[in-house]
């Protein structure tokens, strides 16, 4: 029994969570620059001029009479309201946040078209190139998040070879072109079925949503840590997503904890962020603050993910040699 307990002892233990994100704040306030990426993106959404698609909302506005003829007076007047501040406030230029692979944005999110300096510029696209300016603003996006993952990586990990920039942002935008197929062509069938289960009645489309709600987010969880081996690992596309799905299979309840707390953190300061009017000066404080803590988040995830990388190779070692050991008694 001693004998047992002593080469249980040997199984190494998971990374910590606290010390990777003590870790991952540290990297970014000794090279603090680095927050100016994302930050130089949210000062332009905040008072730069805005892109308008009247188009995208037409639609929804010509539905509004029969949803009066059909809805309830104060559901309609809801939705009334939401799509008017959303023709009013919309900024096609939020389309360049993309997920994951971007630039980290709390300006994506706001639908005021106000700024310290007044009502800010708008220029209204016509229906014909709106599809046009998603597409290039998309691609755009790709290409700073990935400028701006390899570079946070790079500070996180210390990192001094490694692949070029251009192979490195050639397999992120291949690994987003991916993931963009891969949804496109998942969403037809699971709207399919999620209407299919509405003709039931609610109670099957809600079972159906919960049904669902587990593997989509393990799904989301794999698509997401799938653009960390290009960054952390060096890897190129398709190995970094098979790390992903490894890392989920071995790893999942301390990656999750992980998760979990990069989410509270970060959505919980995102809420002091945005209390700030948009036509207050502060609000560049807050942009300040969002652009440090959800740069040293991913800094902190960066070295969570190699950490816990080394400890699957290590524990599936030791598990390989206690394995042999057990074959020779």
């Keep these: 029994m001693e004998s047992q307990t002593s080469e249980l002892a040997k199984l190494p233990p998971p990374p910590r969570v606290i010390q990777a994100l003590i870790n991952g704040f540290n990297a970014i306030a000794s090279s603090v620059v680095i927050i100016l990426i994302p930050a130089s993106v949210d000062f332009f959404l905040w008072l730069g001029p805005r892109i308008k698609a009247d188009a995208l909302i037409a639609p929804f506005m010509e539905i509004l009479p029969q949803l009066q003829a059909q809805a309830p007076a104060d559901q309609v007047q809801l939705f009334t309201q939401l799509m008017l501040d959303l023709k009013n406030g919309m900024n096609l230029f939020w389309v360049f946040r993309t997920f994951p692979l971007g630039i980290f944005s709390l300006m994506?999110?706001?639908?005021?078209?106000?700024?310290?300096f007044g009502l800010r510029t708008a220029f209204n696209l016509p229906g014909w190139s709106v599809l046009l300016g998603i597409l290039v603003l998309t691609f755009l996006g790709w290409l700073g998040g990935g400028f701006y993952f390899r570079t946070v990586s790079r500070i996180a990990?210390?990192?001094?070879?490694?692949?070029?920039?251009?192979?490195?942002?050639?397999?992120?935008?291949?690994?987003?072109?991916?993931w963009f197929i891969f949804f496109m062509i998942a969403t037809i069938p699971l709207l399919i079925v999620l209407g299919l289960m509405n003709l039931l009645g609610s109670f099957f489309s809600t079972l159906m949503l919960v049904v669902l709600a587990v593997p989509a987010v393990w799904m989301l969880l794999v698509i997401y840590y799938s653009f960390y081996g290009i960054f952390a690992l060096g890897q190129n596309a398709l190995a970094s997503t098979k790390s992903s799905f490894r890392i989920l299979r071995y790893g999942l309840p301390p990656l999750g904890w992980f998760t979990i707390l990069t989410l509270l953190i970060s959505q919980g300061m995102d809420l002091l962020w945005r209390s700030a009017p948009t036509n207050s000066w502060m609000m560049g404080i807050g942009i300040l603050g969002h652009a440090f803590v959800s740069t040293s988040l991913l800094s902190a995830g960066f070295i969570y993910f190699r950490d816990l990388n080394i400890w699957i190779e290590s524990t599936l070692s030791w598990i390989d040699n206690q394995k042999k050991s057990t074959v020779q008694v």
């Design 108 to 116: 994506s999110t706001s639908i005021s078209p106000d700024s310290p």
């Design 157 to 178: 990990l210390k990192l001094h070879e490694g692949p070029g920039l251009s192979w490195t942002l050639f397999q992120g935008i291949l690994l987003s072109l991916f």
